[in-house]
Nanobody, 127 residues
């Protein structure tokens, strides 16, 4: 059974940085896969922030391009999201997600693609 657990959230001032980690257990990184980070700001909507496929293809939501970077360490089974120059609008609960098939392009930012989810970690950006 696949289990995802996010860590690394916290409270920072605008312009600050955080690195989120998602520990992935029970998942085969040597076959096709898709991994992603999503966030839910106050409200019901959950938006895709960044995604990465098994071939290294990445996709980013427009507002985070140049500030966020997604990566995966297959040796440690950890998915990362490095966030710099954080803004108040980045505030929300951040979730990691996984799927055992390869997503392409926009699918990496579509929460309907992913069926395996973590519990989330809170990120708060305010002065």
């Amino acid at each position: 059974q696949v289990h995802l657990m996010e860590t690394g959230g916290g409270s920072v001032q605008p312009g600050g940085s955080l690195r989120l980690s998602c520990s992935v257990s029970g998942f085969n990184f040597y076959r096709d896969y898709s991994l992603g980070w999503f966030r839910r700001a106050p409200g019901p909507e959950r938006e895709g922030v960044a995604g990465i496929a098994h071939d290294g293809t990445t996709q980013y939501e427009d507002s985070v391009k140049g500030r966020f970077s997604i990566s995966v360490d297959v040796a440690k089974n950890i998915l990362y999201l490095q966030m710099i120059n954080l803004k108040p609008e980045d505030t929300g609960i951040y979730y990691c997600a996984a799927e055992r098939t390869a997503a392409f392009g926009w699918q990496l930012l579509w929460d309907g693609w992913f069926t395996i989810w973590g519990q989330g970690t809170q990120v708060s950006v305010s002065s």
